[in-house]
């Protein structure tokens, strides 16, 4: 796995629980790092036991800890820049759903050894919407839900999100579109980098 | 075949403004595209052909005819090429007064693969095109990061190796004193039964004193291999001291068990080792300590119980060893303390 992954989960339960509920968890998942390397890979079987244990630690199921973990990906000021690369997607929410098709190429063109699942937006109507993750390792639409869920609300957009639950090697999150300009969401400036 | 006309004076300019460019007259066929997007098509042409057959369009969704199509006027379409390779497109489409169009097209994150499958170079991009500036801050990004990752990997072994250098002792390659204590705690709060072997050699400093200490480095090493020859591969072997050992005997807890392999231990560790032209001699004693796996026992706890039974071994003549009980701890105060 690659270490961003791991590397992810660690910021997330230290920003949100402290050190010492990281620590709790890397002791439960029997893993000897502490502090992971964004740019080396690890072994999958780390990855499935820190989210293991990151839902006994924390006390919630793990699809609650996927999704509180996009939520982080997106909102915490630590990982600001993610949240902008996103917002480069497109200039409304629709818009933005329909980049998601390009995710995959565009984490890729940051980090090339970095293989997200792939990514299909569907449009069934105007307001109806799906997307598809195909990879080898189901969850990551429980990601995608937190981190969609936080999109809409800076793009001011008004979602409903509804995880179809694995089939086969694919997930399915269905997505309705309420309104397209519920609010005022956040502002995005192209030229106004992430410190 | 109908001959294919355009009166457009514009298009020569467009040829060069924008390369990928298609003109569609009113029935939404292609009547003259643009040098690049000629390039995608190599021996095929696809003048005459309708755009919707040439390309399929993705977004926005259900556009059929031309007259949708001028709908999307000033969109950002999502398309493709129908023929492979179907390289992924966009574009964007504004209206002639004929009735007909013009769309201007471009690679979006396909460019990467594009420019190896057309083999496309500068001169088939507008010169106010930025695509060739991110073709080269791509590259210089990967190269970047590719020397990134280098160091990263370089440091990461240098940091194994000054870990394991940490935990190792370098005369036996056992485990460390170090290495136990972050060891011994982990199995105690795991809740990992274990049988732990305080192992102390007997005479080895009149090794020492008497053949020089190449010769009782020699000793510590035959000790050492004795002690790995007598654990198993989950088990913890370390020299905690000058001639003191610990094992943690992984999983087990049967006195019975434990006894055997101290037996095998001190016989072993009493074959004399050959230095020089003469021969050493040493003996052990080890005390020994159980965690259950239970109770509320403490890694410290438990090394002191094993070295009060060893102090019992001691004084019980050496070369033997004793099992950890808390009574030793009253016959033993006098040798515990001094």
Redesign the interface.
């Known amino acids: 796995m690659h270490g961003l992954v791991n590397r992810a989960i660690q910021c997330f339960v230290r920003d949100s629980y402290g050190l010492s509920r990281w620590l709790e968890v890397t002791r439960r998942a029997g893993v000897e790092v502490t502090d992971f390397e964004a740019m080396l890979h690890y072994d999958d079987g780390i990855t499935d036991n820190l989210i293991a244990a990151a839902k006994d630690v924390i006390g919630v199921p793990e699809e609650t800890v996927l999704e509180d973990l996009g939520t982080y990906l997106v909102t915490h000021p630590n990982v600001e820049a993610l949240r902008r690369l996103l917002r480069f997607g497109g200039v409304d929410f629709v818009d933005f759903l329909h980049s998601l098709d390009e995710l995959p190429d565009r984490a890729k063109l940051a980090v090339d050894d970095l293989d997200l699942p792939s990514m299909e937006v569907r449009q069934h109507s105007t307001e109806t919407f799906s997307l598809t993750l195909k990879g080898d390792r189901p969850g990551f639409g429980y990601v995608m839900i937190g981190i969609l869920r936080t999109l809409a609300d800076d793009y001011g957009a008004l979602v409903f999100l509804e995880h179809r639950g694995a089939q086969a090697d694919a997930e399915v999150i269905d997505i309705t579109l309420v309104e397209q300009a519920f609010a005022s969401g956040r502002e995005f400036e192209l030229g106004a980098r992430a410190g | 075949m109908t001959e294919i006309v355009d009166n457009c004076d514009v298009l020569a300019t467009l040829d060069v403004l924008c390369p990928m460019h298609v003109r569609l007259d009113k029935f939404g066929k292609i009547t003259h595209a643009g040098p690049t997007v000629t390039k995608l098509y190599g021996d095929q042409t696809i003048l005459g052909n309708r755009f919707l057959e040439a390309f399929e369009l993705n ?1 926005p ?1 259900s556009i059929t005819s031309m007259e949708t199509l001028l709908v999307a006027a000033g969109k ?1 379409l ?1 398309l493709k090429k129908r023929v492979e390779p179907q390289t992924g497109l966009k574009g964007v489409l504004m209206p002639c007064s004929d009735g007909g169009a013009i769309v201007n097209l471009s690679f ?2 396909s460019i ?1 693969d594009a420019v190896q499958e057309y083999s496309l170079n500068a001169s088939d991009f507008a010169a106010t095109d930025l695509t060739i500036e991110m073709l080269y801050l ?1 590259e210089a ?2 190269a970047a ?1 590719e020397a ?2 280098k160091l ?2 370089r440091l ?1 072994g240098a940091k194994i190796a000054a870990e394991e250098q940490a935990y190792t002792d370098t005369l036996t390659g056992l485990k460390n004193r170090r290495a136990l204590d972050h060891i011994l705690p ?1 199995m105690v ?1 795991d809740r990992t039964p274990f049988g732990l072997l305080h192992v102390d050699l007997d005479f080895f400093k009149e090794v020492n004193d008497t053949k020089g200490h190449a010769a009782g480095d020699i000793v510590l090493q035959h000790v050492a291999k004795v002690l790995v020859d007598s654990s198993r591969g989950d088990d913890v072997v370390a020299r905690v001291g000058g001639d003191e050992f610990v094992l943690v005997i992984n999983g087990t807890i049967d006195p019975e068990i434990l006894g055997r392999i101290c037996t095998r231990i001190i016989k072993e560790v009493e074959r004399p080792v050959a230095y020089k032209d003469s021969l050493c001699k040493v003996s052990a004693s080890v005390g020994i300590a159980i965690y259950n796996g239970e109770g509320d026992a403490s890694a410290e706890q438990l090394m002191d119980d094993a070295d009060v039974a060893l102090y019992a071994s001691k004084h019980d003549g050496r070369a033997t060893y004793t099992l950890y009980a808390p009574k030793l701890r009253e016959n033993n105060s006098l040798a515990i303390n001094h």
């Open positions: 977004r969704h950002k999502h979006g994150i990467l791509v990004k990967s990061m990134h990752r990263n990997q990461q982990r709060e």
